[in-house]
């Protein structure tokens, strides 16, 4: 599970601290590590222990709950909690990620704490479709779809694509770490090939465009298992 989110609640009404309380109470991802009564105490409690999430009523004595924000350098995300209407606009004009309006069911509740959980969710990472290999004095990038297979040569890996032929100083076994394991399969010892560039097999051979590989009567089971073949 991701980790929680960690929230203080601040509001000047006992009913509302106590009412968000229970929400935050009943939902699995949020950590409640604070409750202030205004905004000084908030002050106060975030030089101590920093938090992911607000949950800020804006109404409240001595400095409201706008201010605070807009005077509060690089401050936690915001969901406001609040029975004036009014400042709404206001309120996103602050990016903060959510309005709520008293009196504040769980179901409304439950909606804006799944927009902080959205929000705090890691992106993707973007599923990398390329390598980099040095070739003399440069280093080339290509695509994993563009490479037919690569051909070990002692202490050197030929890579081929279509139109070209790229040298690089590796170990086949280095360059198989470096390639997607769904996308290439190894026929034989001194070769690793795209299965999705495998145009024919005929007998131990596989042809590629205007090239043929070997297959080893070791992988030969695995090879034709592989590309999907069954008797």
Do not use: W
Request: negative net charge; proline residues 6%; contains cysteine.
């Amino acid at each position: 599970m991701p980790r929680k989110i960690t929230c203080i609640i601040t509001d000047d009404e006992p009913m509302a601290r106590k009412g968000l309380q229970g929400y935050v109470e009943k939902i699995d991802f949020l950590q409640l590590t604070g409750v202030c009564e205004d905004a000084l105490q908030l002050n106060t409690l975030l030089k101590q222990q920093p938090a992911d999430l607000l949950f800020l009523d804006i109404e409240m004595p001595y400095i409201t709950g706008i201010d605070f924000l807009q005077q509060t350098p690089h401050p936690p995300k915001v969901i406001f909690t609040t029975a004036y209407e009014q400042y709404a606009i206001r309120g996103y004009e602050l990016d903060v990620l959510d309005y709520l309006l008293k009196p504040i069911s769980f179901e409304r509740f439950l909606k804006a704490a799944n927009k902080a959980f959205d929000y705090f969710q890691p992106a993707p990472a973007a599923e990398q479709t390329y390598i980099f290999v040095k070739t003399d004095t440069r280093l080339e990038k290509i695509s994993f779809a563009d490479i037919l297979f690569a051909e070990a040569m002692e202490n050197y890996v030929a890579i081929y694509t279509a139109d070209k032929k790229f040298i690089t100083h590796s170990t086949l076994k280095g360059m198989q770490e470096s390639l997607p394991a769904a996308m290439f399969i190894q026929p034989h010892k001194s070769y690793l090939v795209n299965m999705n560039a495998i145009g024919a097999v005929e007998g131990n051979i596989l042809h590629i465009g205007k090239y043929q590989v070997p297959i080893s009567k070791y992988q030969k089971e695995e090879v034709m298992e592989r590309i999907g073949y069954r008797k």
